[in-house]
């Protein structure tokens, strides 16, 4: 074909963007002939930032499935047994008490009543995720909420002197166990016509830093992979929703501290539960990025790569995991 997107636009983009002769050419000759219209441009710029919110607020309430009845929900949470998923479990039961919340762990929680139960599961294990799933179905009931927390943090050392074990652990944890899992219990929220599936990912899955190649590489797969469950239940009544949080207090990264913490503040779980709880509530897909600063983290994927790393060199982010000591999510 000869006329394609890249045939017309390619040359435009690299003249406007990419040649250091063309670019300060092509922006101050832009500039020199909207000059005229610089005031009604700035208007309809602000008039659209104004509308955009409004709009996409009204299009989520027309297409939202928000909980009505918690009683009704059946929730699953890998990783329950400690940090924010049993956080999680346990502010879900004082706030709204589902008709149960079912723990996927290596570990047995602390559950003090009988609103929720436990299954022994390692999600990195494809058959034992299956009949889990099975036996939770078979037990307990279908599953309506899944929150897909469960991740480990293997090693903190440059990819040269990583352990291989480490590394495959890291990738069947975290990116694999995701799959898995939701593989298992999707059918019954297709089938429900009726379900929300969480996906726990990291800001360092679009923007990696050093230190933490697995894990980086772990969370990149899962923000692909949620990516494309997310279209592939687009247009039923099964919500897909996203976290990626920056570095949470709950001893994943013992020891790890932020070189400027002004600008990328270290998380509180409670924080991070809250928003999680009011986007189950809300039925809509979301992308939840917390705090601020991890807005910035797709964005950055759209510029030059020196760009990114002089944010890293801002931010001090390869250097984080220099303090790195260990990880409470590896040592169950």
């Keep these: 074909m000869f006329f394609t997107v890249d045939t017309f636009l390619g040359p435009i983009y690299n003249a406007a963007f990419v040649s250091p002769y063309a670019a300060p050419c092509v922006w101050l000759a832009l500039a020199v002939v909207l000059a005229p219209w610089a005031e009604f441009i700035l208007f309809v710029t602000c008039a659209l930032l104004a509308a955009g919110p409004v709009g996409l607020q009204l299009y989520r309430a027309a297409t939202a499935r928000p909980i009505k009845d918690w009683t009704e929900e059946i929730v699953v949470i890998t990783g ?160 897909a929703t996203a976290l990626y949080p920056g570095l949470i207090s709950t001893g994943m990264f013992t020891g790890v501290s932020h070189a400027r913490p002004w600008l990328t503040p270290i998380l509180e779980p409670a924080t991070v539960v809250d928003r999680l709880i009011d986007a189950l509530a809300a039925g809509v897909s979301r992308d939840l990025w917390l705090p601020l600063y991890a807005n910035a983290a797709p964005a950055l994927r759209l510029l030059p790569l020196e760009f990114a790393d002089w944010a890293r060199q801002l931010t001090g982010s390869n250097e984080d995991m220099a303090s790195f000591e260990y990880s409470l999510s590896s040592k169950r």
């Excluded at 679009?206 to 590489?217: K, L, P, R, V």
Aim: charged share 20%.
């Design 80 to 239: 329950g047994s400690h940090g924010l998923g049993k956080l999680l479990c346990e502010t879900l039961r004082r706030r709204h008490s589902p008709r149960k919340i079912v723990v996927l762990d290596l570990k047995k929680p602390d559950i003090a009543d009988d609103g929720a139960c436990f299954y022994e599961c390692d999600v990195a294990d494809r058959h034992q995720v299956a009949q889990v799933a099975a036996r939770v179905r078979s037990e307990v009931g279908p599953v309506t909420v899944l929150v897909n927390n469960a991740g480990i943090v293997t090693s903190s050392e440059l990819l040269v002197d990583a352990d291989e074990a480490s590394i495959e652990r890291a990738i069947n944890v975290n990116l694999l166990g995701q799959i898995w899992v939701a593989k298992a219990f999707l059918p019954d929220m297709l089938a429900q016509k009726k379900g929300h599936i969480v996906t726990v990912a990291s800001v360092v899955g679009h923007i990696g830093s050093a230190h933490a190649s697995s894990y980086c590489a772990s969370k990149a797969g899962v923000v692909g992979f949620h990516e494309s469950l997310r279209q592939e239940v687009h247009g039923t009544n099964v919500r």
